[in-house]
């Protein structure tokens, strides 16, 4: 069974670098094909994908956000990474991370975490 | 960059059929995934490469993808299917979300 969890800051000042840990289990990021994304919804809006990472430790990014974000991945301690800078209060949303077990444009999100709510307040 | 469009909202009375669409330059030529998510939850997909279900998903939902456009289709809607429903598709490696559409069931 995979699951998923995302921990970090809920409440984050203007201009600051938000940090988030994903920390999963059910799987092992040094399979082939498999990788960890990091999605965000703000509140009562859409889904908005931000990055991935795969077990090759190919990095993928949003084109609009690409300049704010890194992701990194710890494979011992079966963790995923998201850091995004200069936050503002726009980016105030739950956070998900989720995973796929496919590198190619057949992949899906097929397990998400339940989300952690990150606000970006003075 | 890519844009997948879905109208906003789609009513339907109890027992009918829902039918969800997103739209998308060539969108035929990708491979589309369906998420449903319910108030307070995280998404949970129900289709993915454009007809595929997972098996905990019942039969009456189902998808298609031809031309500029993916379809979403309930069959036999119940109010336990009141939810926003998300497609999302790739484009050159980057993973694109539709706006989503709220279900009401009537």
């Known amino acids: 069974q995979i699951t998923l969890k995302e921990s970090g800051p809920t409440l984050v000042k203007p201009t600051q670098t938000l940090t988030l840990t994903c920390t999963f289990s059910?799987?092992?990021?040094?399979?082939?094909?498999?990788?960890v994304g990091w999605i965000r919804q703000p509140p009562g809006k859409a889904l908005e994908w931000l990055a991935l990472?795969?077990?090759?430790?190919?990095?993928r990014y949003s084109p609009s956000l690409r300049s704010r974000l890194s992701i990194t991945k710890d494979t011992s301690k079966n963790q995923v990474v998201l850091t995004m800078t200069h936050m503002n209060p726009v980016d105030t949303a739950t956070y998900y991370c989720?995973?796929?077990?496919?590198?190619?444009?057949?992949?899906?999100?097929?397990?998400w975490g339940q989300g952690t709510l990150v606000t970006v307040s003075p | 960059s890519y844009e997948l469009t879905q109208p906003p909202s789609v009513s339907v009375s109890p027992g009918q059929t829902a039918t969800f669409t997103c739209s998308g330059d060539?969108?035929?030529?990708?491979?589309v995934s369906w998420y449903q998510q319910k108030p307070g939850q995280s998404p949970v997909v129900v289709i993915y490469?454009?007809?595929e279900r997972p098996s905990e998903i019942p039969e009456r939902i189902s998808g298609s993808n031809s031309g500029n456009t993916a379809t979403l289709t309930i069959s036999g809607t119940q109010a336990m299917d009141e939810a926003v429903y998300y497609c999302?598709?790739?484009?050159?490696?980057?993973?694109?979300f539709g706006g989503g559409s709220r279900l009401t069931v009537l």
């Open positions: 989720a995973h796929v077990s496919d590198s190619t444009f057949r992949s899906y999100f097929d397990s």
């Open positions: 059910g799987f092992s990021l040094s399979t082939r094909g498999v990788g």
């Open positions: 990472i795969y077990w090759s430790d190919d990095e």
């Open positions: 060539k969108l035929g030529d990708k491979f």
């Open positions: 490469q454009d007809t």
């Open positions: 999302q598709a790739w484009d050159t490696s980057t993973a694109v």
